[in-house]
């Protein structure tokens, strides 16, 4: 997949390493219109497709609101993407309560939410593997 981030995030650190050198992208792709790619520009990772469509949108809640990002969500519905909310797992509940709401029942099944431990042990698995394929 092909990545981006916002810009204020491209100095922020994952393992030692700006995120500005891990993106693959500088800018979304043109994939929508005007007022639709706005609030993609301020999701915190999308991932797009061999066809640059969006594949998955994620939303990193370490401090911040998680209904503004359930409301970014809700704008982007209309396309054929996952979506995610990372937070530690005492978030979980707030997240419940809040994605239980009416306004939010037409996205409701479509967003998942990880917990930060759920990641690490994914990430560290999957560099594992990946290191043991090249023995």
């Known amino acids: 997949m092909k990545t981006f981030i916002p810009n204020q995030d491209k100095n922020k650190l994952f393992l030692n390493k700006p995120l500005k050198e891990i993106t693959t992208l500088s800018d979304v792709y043109a994939f929508s219109y005007p007022e639709i790619i706005k609030y993609a520009k301020t999701v915190d990772v999308i991932w797009f497709n061999e066809r640059k469509m969006p594949y ?35 978030r979980r509940k707030n ?41």
């Open 56 to 90: 998955a949108f994620f939303e990193i809640e370490h401090t911040t609101d998680i209904k503004n990002s359930l409301l970014k969500f809700y704008e982007l519905q209309d396309f054929n993407a996952e979506f995610y909310i990372v937070a530690d797992e005492h």
């Open 95 to 135: 997240f419940n309560e809040l994605i239980s709401r009416s306004v939010f029942r037409t996205i409701k099944e479509r967003i998942k939410f990880k917990n930060y431990d759920l990641l690490t042990e994914i990430h560290s698995q999957t560099f594992r593997l990946a290191r043991a394929e090249t023995l």
